[in-house]
């Protein structure tokens, strides 16, 4: 089946530094990709759909400047949390649809990046 | 705007006796129906859906759902828990046209006590 990869799974870091997450579709080719952050005991929340190719469509509220996105090829988008700060520590999780029809495909998770800013 | 809601937030519940996780959604137009489950530090991992057809689906871990349409509800059930089964459950809408865009609900909790 479809397999997402998300590395690194754990990372610490300083205040005021960047750190950037990536999520890779190993055995499917993924035009669309989507980035999700989730806080202590609650539900996903979508901060971006990231299209190869093209600019990231960002959600309401979520700074683009910030969480930077790039989605390079059909098998890779990255998530760069720029100039991190403590509020920003959070569980990343990053997902990609495999095949052509939205909404029908199952979404297929990575198993996600904690991050921890100092 | 479409809504997902998860009415119990934790469901502790005894090993072998049978469940039920709640889910209800609002939408003004066709959608696909998901149960993930997320076990600690980990990603989410689907558990079942309703694409179309029988509105009964099941998993192949003893789960199953049943889609209502008039009730706009996607309820998760299990006759018989085990301990491996505590983890979050998260009951997600998409959309049958346009966007690939998934909302889930808040989640629940099951912990299945020995």
Not at chain 1, 47 to 67: C, H, L, P
Request: proline share 4%; glycine share 6%; net charge neutral.
């Amino acid at each position: 089946g479809a397999v997402v990869s998300q590395h690194p799974s754990r990372v610490i870091c300083k205040s005021g530094t960047s750190v950037k997450i990536e999520c890779r579709s190993l055995d499917f080719q993924a035009t669309t990709m989507f980035w999700y952050r989730q806080f202590p005991k609650q539900s996903l929340m979508l901060m971006a759909t990231s299209n190869e190719g093209s600019k990231a469509t960002y959600e309401q509220g979520v700074e683009k400047d910030k969480f930077l996105i790039n989605h390079a090829s059909l098998t890779l988008s990255t998530l760069t949390v720029t100039s991190a700060h403590p509020e920003d520590s959070s569980f990343y999780i990053c997902s990609a649809q495999a095949g052509p029809t939205p909404g029908a495909n199952v979404l297929t998770f990575g198993a996600g990046s904690r991050l921890t800013v100092l | 705007a479409q809504s997902v809601t998860q009415l119990d937030s934790q469901v502790p519940v005894f090993e072998e006796a049978p469940v039920e996780l709640r889910c209800n959604y609002s939408s003004s137009v066709s959608v696909y129906l998901f149960w993930y489950v997320q076990y600690p530090n980990q990603g989410l991992q689907l558990l079942l859906k309703y694409l179309s057809g029988s509105t009964l689906v099941e998993s192949i871990n003893g789960f199953e759902a049943e889609f209502n349409k008039s009730q706009t509800s996607f309820h998760l059930r299990k006759p018989s828990v085990h301990i491996s089964d505590t983890a979050e459950y998260f009951c997600a809408v998409s959309f049958t046209s346009g966007t690939y865009k998934y909302i889930f609900g808040t989640g629940t909790r099951l912990k299945v006590l020995a």
